[in-house]
């Protein structure tokens, strides 16, 4: 992706939009299996900002799975706030891209 590192104010940019995104998917005990992953890595495809809820989980599995996530689905973690985190990958093609970033 052309954006990577993101910058301090593309991020805000999106936790701003991602405030009024309801969370896409919920991840509970069963963990990121095979199928959580897909669905997920579906999400982003089609919406490029994907809010998932954590359920059941402390603070630091929590990050631990934000960085699994992010690594396994080649996406940035934009942000956590509680329960929820904030993810973001950039349609491959740009025809496909809804979200516009600020320059850098």
Known sequence: MDEFPLTGAQKAFLRGLGQ???PALKLGKGGVTPAF?????????????????????????????CAQLADEARCVLVGTVGHTA???????????????????
């Not at 089609?46 to 603070?59: C, M, N, T």
């Open 20 to 22: 009024k995104l309801e």
């Open 37 to 65: 992953l897909g669905q997920f890595q579906q999400q982003l495809r089609a919406h490029e900002l994907v809010k998932l809820r954590f359920l059941g989980s402390d603070r630091d599995e929590r990050a631990g799975l």
């Open 86 to 104: 904030l993810f973001y990958r950039q349609h491959p093609e740009p025809a496909g891209r809804d979200i516009e970033l600020p320059a850098k």
